[in-house]
């Protein structure tokens, strides 16, 4: 049984593939000043997890470890109550439920976490469970830097979402609907009709019809999954449309190419932005959420201590929506 000032942790004893993460008895973190002690209930494995567990890409180890994670709890999207707040915190009490992304600093694959009050941290969506909550973090953050900041999606706009039926995908779908646009779903058939249910307009089946092919063109295309590069994608942009990139560092060339171009690409980074920008779009989308304008998508869930499978599926590529990891 885990003694108080310790916890369970699957911690990343290595880089490398799912079976470096290993479940541990750990100390428990103390809030310090500013700080707050929260225990987990819900965290989420997702794709850029991979990243941290592989040290991919691999200058990226100049600055997290050479051999192994110098933060070996990884882990961002949390859900679960406040167990205690350090001095000077106003923000939250004990008790409270809350959702929150710890970015950079990481630690969520663990029973409890100290976050700054700073730190991209909310309250929870009252209409929301512990477990959907948690499924909504990564996608919704994601769909809104790049939706909303971005591209300044405005209503009646056509948008485009390539990877429809992935975490990011999923989100980007319901918060482009929540903003007026007229939506194109792009996944494989088996999800056709998960991506329908979110609210798409259109549904395009990849392996049946290729949309830069088709004659339409598009406000915004927005490539989840980093398949679809922009020079591929340009011909069915409109004259001033945008694509945007989540996942591939190729876009860099074609963002500095089209920097003053009508069609431009744009690459960005949820995770690496400020805890302040970050921390206002988790209540931009606890709002949401609480307005019925976006529902998580969960595909599996997980205890703690199998993390390593909860990676293992994340790297088939076949993951709809979220995969929730459960602490107990």
């Known amino acids: 049984m885990t003694q108080p000032d310790t916890m369970k942790a699957a911690v990343c004893t290595a880089y490398g593939g799912p079976d470096v993460l290993q479940l541990q008895t750990v100390p ?9 002690l929260i225990k987990v209930h819900n965290t989420v494995a997702t794709a850029a997890s991979l990243n941290g567990r592989k ?5 990226v180890r100049l600055f997290t470890g050479l051999r192994a994670p110098k933060k070996n709890i990884l882990g961002q999207e949390i859900s ?12 939250f009490k ?18 409890t976490i100290c976050m700054a009050e700073t730190d991209a941290l909310a309250h929870k969506p009252s209409n929301l469970s512990f477990e959907d909550s948690a499924a909504i973090i990564e996608g919704g953050l994601t769909a809104i830097n790049f939706l909303t900041h971005q591209a ?10 390539y990877g429809a039926s992935g975490s990011v995908g999923t989100a980007s779908v319901q918060i482009a609907k929540h903003y007026g646009a007229e939506v194109t779903g792009v ?14 307009d259109h549904v395009i089946d990849y392996t049946q019809e ?22 591929q994608c340009r011909g069915s942009l409109t004259e001033r449309g945008i694509y945007l990139d989540a996942a591939g560092l190729g876009t860099v060339l074609a963002m500095l190419l089209t920097r003053f171009s009508r069609k431009r690409a744009i690459l960005s980074a949820t ?11 988790l209540i931009l989308l606890k709002g949401i959420a609480e307005a019925n304008g976006i529902k998580a998508v969960i595909d599996k869930r997980y205890p703690l201590s199998e993390m390593a499978e909860a990676h293992r599926y994340v790297e088939t590529g076949r993951k709809k929506g979220s995969l929730v990891i459960k602490m107990t």
């Open 28 to 36: 428990k973190p103390v809030p310090k000043d500013g700080e707050v």
């Open 55 to 59: 040290g991919t890409p691999a200058f």
């Open 80 to 91: 679960g109550i406040v167990e205690a707040v350090g001095s000077s915190v106003t923000a």
């Open 94 to 111: 004990a008790g409270d439920e809350v959702v929150g992304m710890a970015g950079l600093k990481m630690g969520a694959y663990a029973e």
């Open 152 to 161: 300044n999606i405005r209503p009646e706009q056509k948008v485009l979402i």
């Open 187 to 200: 996944c494989s058939g088996r999800n056709v009709e998960l991506v329908k249910s979110l609210g798409a």
């Open 210 to 231: 290729d949309f830069t092919q088709n004659g339409e063109r598009y406000d915004v295309i927005f490539d989840t999954v980093g398949k679809r590069s922009f020079w």
């Open 271 to 281: 995770y690496v932005r400020s805890a302040e920008a970050n921390q206002i779009d």
